[in-house]
């Protein structure tokens, strides 16, 4: 009775598995059609690709010249607190910090300012605002990332809150991972606000998962010696 129960509990995954990866290989074909049916979308509320991704340029210059001026007045204000200190090791890793909440403050004056931007220039295009402000929420996410992995792994040995070897190759590991991550997840939150096709939507998903799986593969098992040695 256990072994009967046992083999029809793996016939069950097996079965999901196979469903999902044949729903997600037929959303691969159907990716294509993605595009032109983001593009009556955007012709159906008279909005165009080269306004659309201008104003989502405009609105990355501006909205960066704000949270660049924001994090070095922040810099600014807390960087003599930092270097009071008698520790210098002290010193350094709180400095580190600091940089990291004037990076995270930066980031932060980055989205608000940009949403509130596209959010008046299309105020009576919902369409051509998902596609303005998805860039824009990948790239703070990838940066977000970053400036983690710099903390993390800084080239400082005395602000690295994780003293690995190898904290550049693991740092741009991180970087990647938050890049391509963020890449997959507002695509697919954009195809999803677009009325975009669920099974090519399944297909992308699968695609993105697929790599960033791998990516988490190559990066613990050539880096397993120096996590180990860290934890």
Known sequence: METAGFQETVQQIFDAFRDGLNLSLRGLAEMQGLVPQLDARLAAE???????????????????????????????????????SRNQAYARLKQAGFVLFANILGLIAFALSAHFLLSFWFAESPVAFVVAITPIRWATTAL?????????????????????????????????????????????????????????????????ATVLTLLKLWWFIRGAHDIRAAF
């Open 46 to 84: 008279a909005s165009r690709w080269s306004m659309t991704l201008g104003l989502s340029l405009a609105a990355v210059l501006l909205a960066g010249l704000v949270g660049v001026l924001l994090r070095m007045a922040a810099l600014r204000l807390f960087t003599p607190r930092a270097a009071a």
């Open 144 to 208: 977000g990332y970053l400036a983690a992995a710099r903390f993390l792994f800084s080239e400082d040995e005395t602000c690295r809150l994780v003293p690995i070897a190898n904290a550049g190759w693991h740092r741009g590991m991180l970087v990647a991972y938050g890049a391509i991550g963020g890449l997959v997840g507002e695509s697919v939150r954009l195809a999803h606000a677009t009325g975009g096709d669920p099974d090519a939507i399944e297909g992308w998903f699968f695609v993105g």
